[in-house]
């Protein structure tokens, strides 16, 4: 095992925003650094997490209570952390992980609107001072994000969302990082992908090198 602790790297942002082609953009980089990379995603990122993504995504329970939804979020990620993110990081290996508890705050809290105090008692239960070391929050406007977003295949549970409800979840990110600024870092996703991934290279290099 590595004496070296590895570094936390998370994607987060709506619908549309582009975070498949940059997640490999940024495991590329960072390769390209030297470094050796776990590549994960939230909700899942193991067979337990995976089948809570099947439940939270799917359409099975479209009922489902904003309470419930935010527990699932958090079981998922207990297992992750536990299981998979905090081993690989003691290793050595740094984790470029597709959301993480950003998006809980987000989804659940803007676009549902579960208090923050009640996601901050889970976050500190689950987490600690645990945080990402660095956040690229890939950032547009809720309607060209939806636009992208139906370029795709069939929607998802959140993607059949209104865009009244993405604006929200879009709010609630810029609010996070107005709070947090010297992790989360605000992408222009709307510019064309080489713009968007030169503004993720400075990024990363800034924090990184």
Not at 25 to 44: A, D, S
Not at 186 to 192: E, L, Y
Request: glycine content about 10%; some cysteine; proline content about 4%.
């Amino acid at each position: 095992m590595s004496a070296r602790q590895g570094n936390f790297i998370t994607l987060e942002g709506i619908e549309g925003a582009g975070k498949s082609s940059n997640l490999k953009y940024v495991k590329g980089l960072l390769q390209t650094m030297g470094r050796e990379v776990l590549l994960t995603r939230e909700p899942g990122g193991t067979p337990l997490g995976e089948e809570i993504r099947g439940v939270l995504l799917g359409h099975r329970h479209t009922g489902m209570a904003q309470e419930t939804e935010l527990l699932l979020m958090f079981a998922a990620r207990a297992e992750h952390l536990t299981r998979k993110i905090r081993p690989a990081l003691a290793a050595g290996t740094w984790v470029l992980c597709d959301r993480f508890t950003d998006a809980s705050y987000a989804y659940q809290g803007g676009g549902r609107g579960i208090g923050w105090q009640r996601i901050r008692t889970l976050e500190q239960w689950l987490q600690g001072t645990f945080q990402p070391d660095l956040t690229l929050l890939l950032d547009l406007p809720a309607a060209l994000g939806l636009e992208r977003a139906g370029r795709r295949s069939a929607p998802d549970r959140f993607e059949r969302e209104t865009e009244q409800f993405f604006t929200r979840v879009r709010g609630t990110y810029l609010r996070l990082a107005e709070r947090e600024p010297e992790r989360i870092r605000i992408i222009d996703a709307s510019r064309p992908l080489l713009k968007v991934q030169e503004q993720i290279r400075a990024a990363i290099l800034l924090s990184f090198a």
